[in-house]
């Protein structure tokens, strides 16, 4: 729920006319993921078991209750049931957020509501999930947003942009980088690098002369650029790295969990998800908690790539195919699935991606 309150917040700072809506609310019976297995798509629970059979060509995570299938060669959605929500006939369907999902039709991109509507006319060369009530929209090689009635709030005018999180969003506006609010107002007022990340429990990195550190959500430098990487906060803390060794730190920048972790091409966390992080360890993957203590080895050999955890599960690749391993690090689906998604429930929001 940090998400709601952050955009809520910032809505109320900046006046917006009614509230934007970041939510991960509401709650589904059953979590369940996306799987394909030879280029059919199914549904599974935390059991392995499908909830409905591989019968698609192509499908997403839900995400308000909805997920985008494939079948033939168009899109449509189908309920937490399995059934048909809305028929197959876009080119290509993206996530349910904040009520509207984007679709692809004739080529351009626009918006439909979860009846199947046409809610924003189909006129951008590519759109993205609406986030804190509005979409980033990308129209002849130029973005800009639009709210949920298609109004163009922030012209089609900058060369590059990213959704915006907890009120702010990324922009490169001729040359000149930085975070804006709703307004299209720059609320940083010191030249940063290409490299920046999106909000994150009121913060976000930011790199300043090839040294990242982090902004609050007025712009102000609360830790100073100082780290070779650095990753969005989670759950409290946040990656850093000088070298090739990295630690967590907590939001006044104090070091919480020491530098004594490599970086690695499989075991980087780089983020907390349900308490926990994975590290590598004597060149296996392990589970630590927010203090740093080991909680779980892992039973997986050789090293395989681990992402985090989502609704108790977390997807991991190895041999070129997917399952999911447990916080105690036991396997409890096997890597059987040549792809996957985080498991989730049907109601809750995905957001949009970075």
């Given at each position: 729920?940090?998400?709601?309150?952050?955009?809520?917040?910032?809505?109320l700072?900046?006046?917006?006319?009614?509230?934007?809506?970041?939510?991960?609310?509401?709650?589904?019976?059953?979590?369940?993921a996306?799987?394909?297995?030879?280029?059919?798509?199914?549904?599974?629970?935390?059991?392995?078991?499908?909830?409905?059979d591989?019968?698609?060509?192509?499908?997403?995570?839900?995400?308000?209750?909805?997920?985008?299938?494939?079948?033939?060669?168009?899109?449509?959605?189908?309920?937490?049931?399995?059934?048909?929500?809305?028929?197959?006939?876009?080119d290509?369907?993206?996530?349910?957020?904040?009520?509207?999902?984007?679709?692809?039709?004739?080529?351009?991109?626009?918006?439909i509501?979860?009846?199947?509507?046409?809610?924003?006319?189909?006129?951008?060369?590519?759109?993205?999930?609406?986030?804190?009530?509005?979409?980033?929209?990308?129209?002849?090689?130029?973005?800009?947003?639009?709210?949920r009635?298609?109004?163009?709030?922030?012209?089609?005018?900058?060369?590059?942009?990213?959704?915006?999180?907890?009120?702010?969003?990324?922009?490169?506006?001729?040359?000149?980088?930085?975070?804006?609010n709703?307004k299209?107002?720059?609320?940083?007022?010191?030249?940063?690098?290409?490299g920046?990340?999106k909000?994150?429990?009121?913060l976000?990195v930011?790199?300043?002369?090839?040294?990242?550190g982090?902004?609050?959500?007025?712009?102000?430098?609360?830790?100073?650029?100082?780290?070779?990487?650095?990753?969005?906060?989670?759950?409290?803390?946040?990656?850093?790295?000088?070298?090739?060794?990295?630690?967590?730190?907590d939001?006044?920048?104090?070091?919480?969990?020491?530098p004594?972790?490599?970086?690695?091409?499989?075991?980087?966390?780089?983020?907390?998800?349900e308490?926990?992080?994975?590290v590598?360890?004597?060149?296996?993957?392990?589970?630590?908690?927010?203090?740093?203590?080991?909680?779980?080895?892992?039973?997986l050999?050789?090293?395989?790539?681990?992402?985090s955890?989502?609704?108790?599960?977390?997807?991991f690749?190895?041999?070129?195919?997917?399952?999911?391993?447990?916080?105690?690090?036991?396997?409890?689906?096997?890597?059987?699935?040549d792809y996957?998604?985080d498991?989730?429930?049907?109601?809750?929001?995905?957001?949009?991606?970075?």
């Open positions: 729920m940090e998400t709601v309150r952050f955009c809520f917040l910032a809505a700072a900046i006046a917006l006319p009614s509230p934007p809506v970041c939510a991960q609310s509401g709650a589904g019976r059953e979590p369940l996306a799987v394909e297995l030879d280029g059919e798509w199914g549904f599974i629970n935390r059991g392995g078991e499908y909830v409905f591989r019968q698609f060509e192509g499908a997403g995570a839900f995400s308000e209750g909805l997920a985008a299938v494939k079948i033939g060669n168009k899109w449509g959605y189908i309920d937490e049931a399995g059934k048909s929500a809305i028929g197959a006939q876009f290509s369907a993206g996530d349910f957020s904040e009520g509207l999902a984007n679709v692809t039709i004739g080529g351009k991109d626009g918006y509501d979860k009846t199947g509507t046409l809610a924003i006319a189909a006129r951008f060369d590519h759109a993205w999930p609406f986030s804190c009530a509005l979409a980033l929209v990308e129209t002849n090689h130029k973005r800009g947003y639009v709210d009635v298609g109004k163009m709030v922030i012209d089609a005018q900058l060369d590059m942009a990213l959704p915006f999180s907890e009120g702010l969003a990324y922009v490169n506006q001729a040359g000149k980088k930085g975070f804006i709703n299209g107002l720059f609320v940083t007022d010191f030249p940063l690098d290409e920046a990340g909000f994150s429990e009121g976000t930011v790199e300043v002369n090839k040294k990242w982090f902004i609050d959500n007025t712009g102000k430098l609360v830790i100073q650029p100082q780290f070779d990487y650095a990753f969005d906060f989670s759950e409290g803390l946040a990656a850093v790295g000088k070298d090739q060794h990295y630690s967590f730190i939001q006044e920048g104090r070091i919480v969990i020491p004594r972790y490599s970086r690695s091409l499989g075991c980087d966390g780089m983020k907390f998800s308490g926990l992080t994975v590598q360890v004597d060149d296996q993957c392990d589970f630590i908690n927010q203090t740093g203590t080991m909680v779980a080895h892992t039973e050999h050789p090293m395989p790539l681990i992402s955890f989502s609704e108790g599960l977390a997807k690749m190895q041999d070129d195919k997917w399952g999911y391993v447990d916080k105690t690090g036991r396997v409890v689906i096997a890597a059987k699935f996957v998604t498991f989730s429930l049907p109601y809750k929001t995905i957001g949009p991606p970075f």
